[in-house]
């Protein structure tokens, strides 16, 4: 699989193990202190040939993910699950790219969001209530859940919102996989 977006990602080691599962150029932060130059160096790609910011899901790499977010807009995003990026040595108990497999980085990519401008969700703060996705009792694991099936990555319920808008996410599709959640939940129930 070719990637005509340039991926932007945390290290060398992410480098490497991107360009096993794709083809694909990269830009490297050099982890969350990133600089002027390479805010640069990413608007110019941007302009050029596009952007997919895919870095690891702990705070460095979402802080990372804002960074660019705010200084570059319209960049595209792709997520992997912790459980996806979690080093599979007993001993290290790391997150990141390097650490997924070549199958799951591939899916990861296969399944990019982009961001527009204009966009106004239909979901609304209501909603994220009505599924007790904020301030309840397995919100957390809902929330979860819903990154892992949506492909939008791990929120807090601060986030969530904000990130069903960023990418564009109908209310049909909300939905949908709010009922596959609740399913899940009851399933687990009995």
């Known amino acids: 699989m070719k990637i005509k977006e340039i ?3 945390e290290g060398k080691s992410d480098t490497v193990k991107i360009q096993q599962a794709v083809e694909a150029d990269t830009i490297e932060t050099n982890g969350s202190a990133i600089n ?5 160096q990413i608007k110019h790609a941007q302009k050029k040939r596009g952007i997919i910011i895919f870095t690891d899901p702990d705070y460095p790499g979402e802080r990372i993910r804002h960074i660019i977010q705010n200084n570059v807009p319209h960049c595209k995003h792709a997520f992997l699950t912790p459980q996806k990026a979690r080093a599979k040595h007993p001993h290290h108990k790391s997150l990141g790219i390097e650490h997924a497999s070549i199958k799951d980085i591939q899916e990861a990519l296969d399944t990019v969001y982009g961001t527009m401008p204009i966009y106004e ?11 007790g996705l904020i301030g309840g009792q397995g919100a957390k694991a809902r ?3 819903l990154g892992e099936l949506l492909n939008i990555g791990s929120t807090n319920g601060k986030q969530l919102l904000k990130r069903l808008t960023m990418f564009q996410i109908t209310k049909d599709a909300f939905e949908q996989a709010m009922a596959q959640v609740m399913q899940e939940e009851n399933d687990d129930q009995l």
Do not use: E
């Open 7 to 9: 991926i932007v990602v």
């Open 143 to 145: 929330r979860t859940r």
């Open 36 to 40: 002027r130059d390479t805010l640069q």
């Open 121 to 131: 969700s239909r979901i609304a703060q209501t909603d994220l209530l009505k599924y």
